[in-house]
């Protein structure tokens, strides 16, 4: 029991450590760290939507998202006219939209064709790590930068009880288009981070 709890207490005193330490990082670092990370995210979506012919899909195609009533930008001209606080609440609500889609879509490969079942097992499993990364990080820089980038809008998935690929197809195209809009928005807050013209951005 005594080794057990010395366990558990040397597991927390590392979590604490490692808060500690990723709080002493610069918002600018975690901004460029954070961009890194979903730029790896939505280049894992763009992969397996062109390996599973899902690219019919365009990313500026208006697609009835779970995450469509979100108000965002369409374009980076648009995005840089909003304040950094709310490209990161926007960015990290999105995140948050995809947690349970992506669950389904890992318990769903089974439907698909033989051949492309390990490829979107394996793909949509880095991308739910990819995302976890993603979201801790998010949390962290959040809370650096006030109350309105800690706001989080609640953009709940509907599951159906049965999911065929066409269903695997449009959800795969909704998360290309959402970790695109993910991507823009922290390279926006990179680029202001790195003091530069908006016009350079």
């Known amino acids: 029991m005594a080794q057990r709890r010395t366990s558990g207490t040397n597991l927390f005193m590392t979590v604490l450590c490692v808060v500690a330490m ?11 760290r954070a961009s890194q990370q979903s ?4 280049a894992l979506s763009t992969m397996l ?10 990313i500026d195609r208006v697609l009835a998202c779970h ?3 979100l108000q965002t930008p369409t374009d980076k001209e648009q995005a840089l006219q909003v304040s950094e606080s709310d490209l990161l609440s926007l960015a990290r609500s999105l995140l948050q939209a995809w947690s349970d889609p992506l669950e389904v879509l890992s318990s769903s490969t089974n439907v698909l064709p033989y051949s492309a079942q390990s490829t979107l097992s394996k793909t949509i499993q880095k991308m739910q790590e990819h995302s976890k990364d993603l ?13 309105a980038a800690q706001t989080i809008t609640s953009l709940p998935f509907i599951e159906t009880n049965e999911i065929g690929q066409d269903k695997i197809t449009k959800l795969l195209s909704c998360f290309r288009r959402d970790s695109h ?19 350079v951005c």
Not at 22 to 31: E, F, G, K, Q, S
Not at 49 to 58: D, I, N, R, V
Not at 135 to 147: A, Q, V, Y
Not at 181 to 199: E, H, T
């Open 135 to 147: 979201k801790d990080g998010l949390d962290i820089l959040s809370s650096k930068m006030g109350p």
């Open 67 to 69: 995450t469509s009533s």
């Open 181 to 199: 809009k993910i991507d823009s928005f922290l390279k926006v807050l990179r680029c202001r981070a790195a003091n530069m013209q908006p016009q």
């Open 49 to 58: 939507t062109q390996e599973l012919g899902s690219e019919a899909f365009p």
């Open 39 to 42: 730029d790896k995210l939505h």
């Open 22 to 32: 990723c709080r002493a990082v610069p918002i600018n670092d975690l901004i460029y």
